[in-house]
């Protein structure tokens, strides 16, 4: 009998895919489904004399929510139909000092409730009664959201869902993270126990959870969320490749502003793909593995790019010839990057990205 970890995480803005859909793969030989359970609506409110007080079961404001005079809380947290909040205790605020300019100032900021779900064949419940021993159990979880957040990443190209540090240890912004286990018994289905999530007997993990994603996530129409969610559900089950890795990396750092490292780890998946595109047509050829071990680093990108690939090719077209020279431009800039110092603006990183994107996926057909 296999046991399931279910783990709720709340997601800074919203996705432009299905809610209340679940979306399933397997990793490391772990059934993995990931349910997008609602949207939530927090508060950014002004109060900079007020203060947080950690206790025993709960995070608290030392001053009612009433009594607000300046700086900036996060309240995060479910209403009943009423507005009233559900459960006071689960309410997670986090203060960030600053000069008020009125005695109370609101903004709305959504989020995304995600409930990770991930089925283990042996399973100790003690571990959750130890945060040490429970990390063991959450690098496995941390892999299936960041897989989700990956392909996310990639299907909607946009870069706004960051990885989790795999050994759940952050410094930056941290949200609550609840977690509850469960035998899988009877008649009823993976979808039925997630979706009567209220009936978990979820409890507080001190696991620090860096902040996964930033606001600001672009909306979109039905119908592009609709081929999103389609795309999306497909792509998820399918392997991670490594190129694809960095790719979805060098996204994340193009949102945050990162540039210079935007366009490197678009770079960096290129060599990835080139590699493994070389190795199997090497392979074809009845060359030697540790022939093809010994002479690896013979030869450099601008060469395999531009006189071995079209040679396993046999012929290259027009198209070919001009996605190459686009790629060769990159590759130039890359080089002042590393070598000069370079400094790059924004459209650059994102043109280069889309050039290692087309680059990546026309040898990925290749190899399919």
């Known amino acids: 009998m296999s046991t399931v970890v279910a783990t709720i995480l709340q997601l800074p803005g919203y996705l432009n895919v ?19 359970h609602r949207r939530n609506k927090g508060l950014k409110i002004q109060d900079s004399a007020n203060e947080t007080l950690r206790l025993a079961n709960k995070t608290a404001l030392k001053k009612p929510l009433t009594e607000f005079t300046g700086g900036y809380i996060f309240e995060l947290g479910v209403n009943d139909k009423e507005g009233n909040p559900v459960n006071k205790e689960d309410f997670l605020y986090i203060l960030e000092h600053g000069e008020a300019d009125r005695d ?13 779900f991930v089925e ?37 190209r946009n870069g706004l869902l960051d990885e989790l540090p795999i050994n759940g240890q952050s410094s930056n912004l941290s949200f609550s993270l609840k977690q509850a286990c469960f035998e899988k018994k ?18 507080r993990t001190s696991v620090v959870v860096e902040q996964v994603g930033r606001s600001g996530m672009t909306g979109a129409g039905q119908d592009q969320i609709d081929e999103l969610s389609t795309n999306f559900k497909k792509s998820i089950r399918e392997k991670l490749s490594i190129e694809d890795s960095f790719l979805a990396s060098a996204l994340v750092e193009l949102s945050k502003q990162h540039h210079k490292f935007a366009l490197l780890e678009a770079f960096i998946a290129v060599e990835g793909v080139v590699e493994r595109f ?3 047509k090497k392979k074809e050829t009845n060359v ?80 399919a």
Do not use: W
């Not at 109370?104 to 990770?116: C, D, G, H, K, S």
């Open 18 to 36: 299905h809610y209340e859909k679940f979306y399933s793969f397997k990793l490391e030989d772990k059934y993995v489904k990931i349910y997008l």
């Open 104 to 116: 109370v100032f609101v903004i709305e900021q959504f989020f995304t409730e995600l409930v990770l």
């Open 120 to 156: 283990f064949d042996k399973f100790d419940k003690s571990v959750f009664d130890n945060d040490e021993t429970r990390i063991s159990y959450n690098r496995s979880i941390f892999k299936a959201y960041n897989h989700f957040a990956a392909k996310y990443v990639l299907a909607s």
């Open 186 to 203: 009877g008649t009823l289905t993976d979808e039925e126990y997630l979706k009567s999530t209220s009936g978990l007997p979820f409890t």
């Open 278 to 280: 070389l190795t199997q």
């Open 288 to 367: 030697a593995q540790k022939n093809l071990d010994d002479f690896k680093r013979e030869t450099g990108i601008g060469y395999q790019t531009n006189i071995e690939i079209p040679l396993a090719l046999g012929k290259v077209d027009d198209a070919y010839v001009k996605l190459l020279e686009n790629l060769n431009g990159v590759r130039r800039t890359r080089n002042k990057i590393v070598h000069d110092g370079l400094s790059i603006d924004h459209i650059v990183a994102a043109e280069a990205i889309g050039v290692c994107r087309e680059y990546i996926q026309f040898l990925q057909s290749k190899m």
